[in-house]
């Protein structure tokens, strides 16, 4: 491999890494929203940091396709694709771990943009909250999907090389099954529980637990895609 198929190949691993952490924090700026009233705003802050992920994947793609025009193996494939999947679940158990501080960071942002006055000082006394997540079916399953259409067919096309545009083109296919999970069932919980918190049906200990089972899940999601494709390398060499 040639130092530039390196530099392209860091940079897919790593920036695919940072795109889906850039993710999370749209799911957060979701959550935000529910612990000050501000839902109509944070969803605007969610979909403008939404777009720093798919100006991120804008650059991505064309590198990993560059990649597999470059004629790079399937074993230098499937290991960089362990390297970004583990490089995603330690990004994103530290955003579980951190969560509040990274809601208070997020809370700065839209104070500093919409110019918030619901986003004060007594409002950010939720630091020290004790949470708990849990791994959740959905955001696990739909962080595997996301994953898979980003490797899978790049990996397909490799062996398949004469056919790479079609299998590359399959990927869409995992992201589609992926956003509909992540619309009908993760943004709609995030959605009823701020309403439930507004109402005072639940409390922030519990919208905070909610919103971070997410997070948790989805970095398993990233460990059980590396595991499988650990076992894949193994098996095969």
């Given at each position: 491999?040639?130092?530039?198929?390196?530099?392209?190949?860091?940079?897919?691993?790593?920036?695919?890494?940072?795109?889906?952490?850039?993710?999370?924090?749209?799911?957060?700026?979701?959550?935000?929203?529910?612990?000050?009233?501000?839902?109509?705003?944070?969803?605007?802050?969610?979909?403008?940091?939404?777009?720093?992920?798919?100006?991120?994947?804008?650059?991505?793609l064309p590198a990993l396709g560059f990649l597999v025009d470059s004629g790079i193996s399937i074993k230098v494939m499937l290991i960089a694709?362990?390297?970004?999947?583990?490089?995603?679940?330690?990004?994103?158990?530290?955003?579980?771990?951190?969560?509040?501080?990274?809601?208070?960071?997020?809370?700065?942002?839209?104070?500093?943009?919409?110019?918030?006055?619901?986003?004060?000082?007594?409002?950010?006394?939720?630091?020290?909250i004790t949470y708990k997540g849990r791994i959740e079916l959905q955001p696990t399953l739909a962080m595997i999907l996301f994953i898979a259409?980003?490797?899978?067919?790049?990996?397909?096309?490799?062996?398949?090389?004469?056919?790479?545009?079609?299998?590359?083109?399959?990927?869409?296919?995992?992201?589609?099954?992926?956003?509909?999970?992540?619309?009908?069932?993760?943004?709609?919980?995030?959605?009823?529980?701020?309403?439930?918190?507004?109402?005072?049906?639940?409390?922030?200990?519990?919208?905070?637990?909610?919103?971070?089972?997410?997070?948790?899940?989805?970095?398993?999601?990233?460990?059980?895609?590396?595991?499988?494709?650990?076992?894949?390398?193994?098996?095969?060499?």
């Open positions: 491999m040639d130092n530039i198929n390196l530099y392209v190949l860091v940079f897919v691993v790593i920036g695919t890494s940072l795109a889906y952490l850039v993710d999370d924090l749209a799911f957060l700026s979701k959550g935000f929203g529910g612990l000050y009233e501000i839902n109509a705003l944070a969803a605007n802050l969610s979909s403008s940091i939404f777009l720093f992920n798919r100006a991120a994947m804008a650059l991505i694709v362990i390297s970004s999947a583990l490089l995603m679940c330690l990004l994103k158990m530290i955003v579980y771990r951190k969560i509040t501080r990274v809601i208070l960071f997020l809370s700065w942002v839209a104070k500093k943009i919409y110019g918030a006055e619901r986003i004060t000082d007594q409002n950010l006394n939720f630091v020290d259409g980003m490797t899978i067919p790049s990996i397909i096309a490799i062996y398949f090389f004469d056919n790479r545009a079609f299998f590359i083109q399959l990927g869409f296919i995992f992201n589609m099954v992926g956003s509909l999970l992540t619309i009908l069932f993760i943004e709609r919980k995030i959605a009823l529980d701020a309403e439930k918190l507004v109402s005072g049906k639940i409390c922030r200990d519990s919208f905070i637990a909610s919103i971070s089972s997410i997070i948790l899940s989805r970095a398993v999601g990233a460990f059980i895609y590396a595991s499988i494709v650990t076992g894949v390398l193994i098996v095969v060499y």
